[in-house]
């Protein structure tokens, strides 16, 4: 493994992330925010690839800008909010098949720009996601 790849790794697995949350009390909207550190242990590949996120009443596209077996970061053209639980049909650049996710929850959003987390994606769709990244991961080593 090349010192370049290993510095990207470490740079990843040390990035923090802040968690604010939300908490209702007696019927009044109350905020609560809990500092919570959480270490990235995997490293997010860059890509370029079309999304459609289906909401509850709504359907959006959007390009995502990178992706890890556990999640991906997405520009979209429709407003989301941390919580909300989408269906999403990724199209990767290997294959003109999209892969269907059944469930992915918004982590964070600035803007129309917003971070999901992988809840439910079939075994098949996994294997495709792993395979994708493992021969990008490649591609970015044998270029270093």
């Known amino acids: 493994m090349s010192t370049r790849m290993l510095s990207a790794i470490l740079l990843a697995t040390a990035?923090?992330?802040?968690?604010?949350r939300c908490k209702m009390g007696d019927g009044n909207k109350m905020m609560s925010?809990?500092?919570?550190?959480?270490i990235r242990t995997y490293h997010r590949i860059p890509v370029r690839c079309i999304a459609y996120y289906l909401g509850g009443d709504f359907l959006g596209k959007?390009?995502?800008?990178?992706?890890c077996r556990s999640g991906f970061r997405v520009l979209g053209d429709h407003q989301v909010v941390p919580g909300m639980e989408l269906v999403v049909r990724l199209t990767l650049p290997d294959k003109d098949e999209p892969i269907e996710i059944q469930r992915v929850v918004?982590?964070?959003v600035r803007g129309l720009l917003f971070g999901v987390k992988v809840v439910t994606m079939s075994p098949e769709g996994e294997d495709r996601v792993g395979t994708f990244l493992s021969a990008r991961l490649r591609a970015y080593c044998a270029s270093s």
């Open 62 to 67: 959007g390009t995502v800008m990178n992706l």
């Open 33 to 38: 925010h809990t500092n919570k550190f959480v």
């Open 15 to 20: 990035r923090f992330q802040y968690v604010t």
């Open 106 to 108: 918004v982590r964070w």
